[in-house]
């Protein structure tokens, strides 16, 4: 059995830049390509150092000092993981899910999914493959604190070789759609996890 593994709260850090998938130019920061090549080297730098940050694409909905916590325990044929977030935007739908790759300067960086049988065609949007007993999903609806928790419990192990690295936060409430499955609009916000 592994053993529980839980991450420390984390802040959501104010990494958004120019150029990058999903983000606003700080108003500190003048638009240029090189501001954007170097901002962006040194926020890829800090990602790939560090198995345990947080990110924020769309400091709107995930503000700059929000916090998220992710706890996991697998083993015995199941995993189970909680996230809890304070300071969100009241009184919203997130979807939340595990990711196959760590956060990223970019949104995009964190990769899609995590699926214990992966979907042969990405993105995935089959629900044979994109549904709750095949990934993690983490959908939270905050009230007027902008604080949620959610739960996921699925009957697999992570393992050494198998295990997402990441849980990204997403602007809408996951979709079971045909089609749709697994999609939840953009990627809002991202924290490395050692599952």
């Not at 694409?57 to 700059?64: Q, R, T």
């Not at 929000?66 to 809890?84: D, E, F, I, M, Q």
Request: negative net charge; proline residues 7%; hydrophobic residues 40%.
């Amino acid at each position: 059995m592994r053993a529980l593994r839980t991450s420390a709260t984390f802040l959501i850090a104010a990494l958004v830049l120019v150029g990058c998938a999903n983000s606003e130019r700080p108003s500190d920061a003048p638009a240029t390509a090189a501001t954007a090549q170097t901002r962006t080297a040194d926020v890829a730098k800090e990602f790939s150092a560090s198995d345990t940050a947080a990110i924020t694409y769309k400091p709107d909905l995930v503000p700059v000092g929000a916090s998220v916590a992710v706890s996991s325990r697998s083993g015995g044929g199941s995993s189970t993981v909680t996230l809890t977030v304070t300071g969100l935007e009241p009184d919203h739908h997130y979807g939340a899910h595990a990711h196959s790759k760590p956060c990223g300067a970019a949104a995009a960086d964190s990769g899609p999914h995590f699926q214990n049988k992966k979907d042969p065609v990405t993105p995935s949007v089959d629900p044979a493959f994109a549904n709750p007993q095949n990934e993690i999903w983490l959908d939270l609806s905050t009230g007027g604190s902008g604080a949620a928790s959610a739960t996921s419990t699925v009957a697999w192990d992570f393992t050494d070789a198998a295990a997402p690295k990441s849980v990204v936060v997403h602007a809408n409430h996951t979709s079971m759609e045909p089609g749709k499955a697994g999609t939840a609009g953009d990627r809002l916000a991202c924290v490395n996890v050692a599952f």
